[in-house]
Nanobody, 115 residues
């Protein structure tokens, strides 16, 4: 059973930065695709960024050039560096690990961007 624990969320002003972390229970990111998703109140969960097991990345248009997904295999941890934050980035951010039909989620971490 894969366990994911997010951390690093908080309250930040417009234009600020945060780095989210996703600690995994094992060395899974060399096998699983890691993703960051977010869900704002009243909205559906949406993809923010993906990194495949071989390191290919993909970003939502709304965060391109501002967010960076990365991982540290030695620490079994994935990251989402978020810069130039906007009020519309306010949401609960979730880490996901998926391999074929197996999909695991963390509990989420709140990010609030104040104007």
């Amino acid at each position: 059973q894969v366990q994911l624990v997010e951390s690093g969320g908080g309250l930040v002003q417009v234009g600020g930065s945060l780095r989210l972390s996703c600690a995994a229970s094992g060395n899974i990111f060399t096998v699983y695709t890691m993703g960051w998703y977010r869900q704002a109140p009243g909205k559906q969960r949406e993809l923010v960024a993906l990194m495949t097991n071989i390191g290919s990345t993909n970003y939502a248009d709304s965060v391109k050039g501002r967010f960076t997904i990365s991982r540290d295999n030695a620490k079994n941890t994935g990251y989402l560096q978020m810069n130039s934050l906007k009020p519309e980035d306010t949401a609960v951010y979730y880490c996901n690990a998926v391999l074929v039909t197996m999909s695991y989620w963390g509990q989420g971490t709140q990010v609030t961007v104040s104007s």
